[in-house]
């Protein structure tokens, strides 16, 4: 901050939230007084905070003052993907919404499904009080998406570099999915009275399945009950 020189010599000082920071000034070649502040490095604590400089040559009259605010650009803080409660289920709509905190101006907020950007119609954005972006994706989800990963990325455009992310794997539940096929060695041309044939049933299901039964001519040829060790 400058100033014109005055008899007797102003006294010029810096402070903030009731702090002085600085109290040095020099005469410039102008004969102006000329006090600078300097703050090494900003940080997320410096936004919005005031800094007041004053300048007083004599105890008979409030000193002049002039206040600056700094206002700054920053980045995501934070992202988190909040699923929904229940379990999915393949062929049913479910909302995930993610949280954003601490970016201003207010985060992006973008999808991803297994790598692909989900398309604009499927979300939304909304913002609130306190640097939150919360961003919702509608999905509904197939049995081959069980497993897949879900990302939603927050990223501020006004500061380079800014963009996190959180990442969550799709665990669908969806009914058995059988395939009955007669054992692969076997020539099912070949085969004759009195031959061993075998058949190889092959079912895909979330949880996985307890239990497989086998029939023939609709009564319970075989039903095996199976342990599953899950690690």
Not at 53 to 79: F, G, W, Y
Not at 160 to 187: F, N
Request: glycine share 4%; net charge neutral; hydrophobic share 35%.
């Amino acid at each position: 901050m400058s100033l014109f020189r005055s008899r007797p010599e102003p006294i010029v000082t810096w402070w903030s939230d009731h702090v002085l920071l600085e109290r040095e000034s020099v005469v410039t070649l102008e004969g102006q007084i000329r006090s600078d502040l300097i703050i090494p490095k900003l940080g997320r604590a410096h936004h919005q905070r005031t800094f007041t400089c004053k300048a007083q040559n004599n105890n008979q009259q409030r000193p002049l003052s002039q206040d600056v605010t700094i206002e700054m650009n920053l980045r995501p803080q934070s992202v988190k993907i909040k699923p929904p409660a229940e379990p999915l289920t393949a062929g049913t709509t479910f909302y995930f919404s993610c949280e954003s905190k601490g970016s201003r101006p207010p985060a992006i907020i973008s999808w991803f499904q297994d790598g692909r950007q989900v398309d604009a119609s499927r979300t939304q954005t909304r913002w609130s009080a306190g640097e939150v972006t919360t961003g919702v994706v509608t999905l509904v989800p197939s049995r081959s998406d069980d497993g897949r990963e879900l990302r939603c990325e927050a990223d501020n455009p006004e500061v380079p570099d800014s963009a996190r992310a959180d990442t969550l794997i799709l665990q669908v539940h969806y009914p058995p999915v059988v395939v009955l096929e007669m054992g692969r060695s076997l020539k099912p041309h070949s085969i004759k009275q009195g031959d061993d044939v075998y058949f190889e049933c092959r079912v895909t299901a979330n949880p996985p399945p307890y239990r497989v039964t086998y029939w023939r001519n609709v009564s319970i040829y075989l039903q095996l009950q199976l342990s599953l060790h899950i690690p």
